[in-house]
């Protein structure tokens, strides 16, 4: 029996503007600054969660960590079993390091691109409803969801798509061709593969070719598709970089678009898709990316 990570909890990016970032995040995104680290870390809510989002001082303008959540501790340590079976090395994250992160218990280990990655339980929750300082509808997150995606380059696909598989317990959703539009517009090469945890159709995914950044781009869900469109408009009116139009994934049926974050790479903004059951999901392969729409404006 596989153990399973439930959710990506939360992601870690890198920034070399800290203060484009807070402005970027709170006034276009939508999402909730809840605390200054003392190096200056920056703390994004956007639901009940201590932080979903953190951005960390680093020139590398890229994705600095991923955190998955399993239940509790015998998961933890069936989890950190699993990896180091598979080959990888774990470390158990000292009481410093889960104050961070606002868990309760944390492991480390790295995927075999080398992006720091972590797993947990006990993450902090508020006692006070989520406040975007913009009037949205707030996000998709919880449970079945975790707090959206992110899309990555990778260094060896076989080797990446076993680990995700095979040491954190993920499923493949579908497949992409090589062939894809996104898959061209973030040049990478080799197919696409998808991989969900619950019922997102997918928290990762990932293909290997040449790229600039490891991070192509995360997702945030929100739960309304007027929030999609004034978004939007609003990247238009305070001259944000769109990277693509608004349009209709092939796959997970996501309305969304991109947009160019303060760091380079992207963030996609999205509303609705399908949800995997997996009782009846039945892998397929696609051979493009957007049933309409997501036309390249600046590529990433
Ligand atoms: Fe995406």
New binding site residues.
């Given amino acids: 029996m596989i153990t399973a990570v439930k959710q990506l909890g939360y992601i870690g990016l890198g920034a070399s503007n800290l203060e484009a970032w807070e402005r970027y995040a709170a006034e276009i995104l939508g999402l909730q600054l809840c605390e200054r680290g003392s190096d200056g870390t920056l703390y994004f809510r956007m639901d009940e969660f201590h932080h979903r989002i953190s951005v960390h001082p680093d020139p590398a303008d890229d994705l600095k960590l991923l955190g998955w959540e399993v239940a509790d501790q015998s998961a933890l340590d069936q989890l950190a079993a699993q990896i180091k079976d598979w080959g990888t090395e774990v470390q158990h994250g000292t009481p410093a390091e889960a104050a961070e992160r606002a868990v309760y218990r944390l492991i480390k280990f790295t995927d075999p691109s080398g992006i720091a990655s972590e797993a947990y339980y006990g993450a902090l929750k508020y006692n006070t409803p989520f406040r975007s300082p913009r009037p949205i509808s707030g996000f998709l997150t919880g449970e079945d969801f975790g707090m959206g995606?992110v899309?990555i380059a990778v260094d060896d696909f076989d080797r990446s798509a076993s680990f995700y598989q095979e040491a954190l317990g993920m499923r493949v959703t579908d497949i992409a061709t090589p062939s894809g539009q996104r898959a061209e517009r973030i040049g990478i090469s080799s197919h696409m593969i998808f991989l969900h945890c619950n019922l997102r159709h997918h928290s990762i995914?990932f293909g290997s070719g040449s790229y600039s950044k490891r991070l192509n781009?995360f997702?945030l869900q929100v739960r309304d598709i007027d929030d999609v469109g004034a978004t939007f408009d609003l990247c238009l009116d305070r001259e944000v970089p769109l990277v693509s139009s608004i349009g209709k994934h092939a796959n997970d049926l996501m309305i969304?678009f991109y947009m160019k974050t303060p760091s380079g790479f992207g963030c996609?903004f999205g509303y609705g898709g399908r949800e995997v059951d997996d009782r009846t999901w039945k892998v397929v392969m696609n051979r493009v990316t957007s049933l309409w729409g997501h036309r390249t404006i600046n590529a990433l």
Avoid: R
Wanted: glycine share 0%; net charge negative; proline share 0%.
């Fill in positions: 995606h899309v995914a781009h997702l969304s996609e």
